[in-house]
Nanobody, 123 residues
Framework: QVQLVETGGGLVQAGGSLRLSCAASGRTFSNYAMGWFRQAPGKERDIVAAIGGSATRYYADSVKGRFTISRDNAENSVYLQMNSLKPEDTAVYYC?????????????????WGQGTQVTVSS
């Protein structure tokens, strides 16, 4: 079992930055791919970024060049640095874990989910 807790969401103006953190419990954190998903009102939950156990990374086209995902296996944590935020980035952001050393991009591959943290970008 993996428990995930996200923090760092908030209200920011367009062009600003936020750093989301996800703290995970578990003794085999390095064996999981970690992902960030987001869900805007009335929209489906979509992958934003993911990082594998080998530190390979995936980014959705909409956030490439603006967001950076990283992980600290010693601290069982994953982070999402979000820069140059846009109003369309407004969503609830979820941390998720998949039992894979590679990077799944499908929602069903992620077996553990945090409760989400709200990110609101004002114009």
């Amino acid at each position: 079992q993996v428990q995930l807790v996200e923090t760092g969401g908030g209200l920011v103006q367009a062009g600003g930055s936020l750093r989301l953190s996800c703290a995970a419990s578990g003794r085999t954190f390095s064996n999981y791919a970690m992902g960030w998903f987001r869900q805007a009102p009335g929209k489906e939950r979509d992958i934003v970024a993911a990082i594998g156990g080998s530190a390979t990374r995936y980014y959705a086209d909409s956030v490439k060049g603006r967001f950076t995902i990283s992980r600290d296996n010693a601290e069982n944590s994953v982070y999402l640095q979000m820069n140059s935020l846009k109003p369309e980035d407004t969503a609830v952001y979820y941390c998720a874990a998949a039992p894979s050393r590679y990077i799944p991009t499908t929602r069903s591959s992620y077996k553990y989910w945090g409760q989400g943290t709200q990110v609101t970008v004002s114009s």
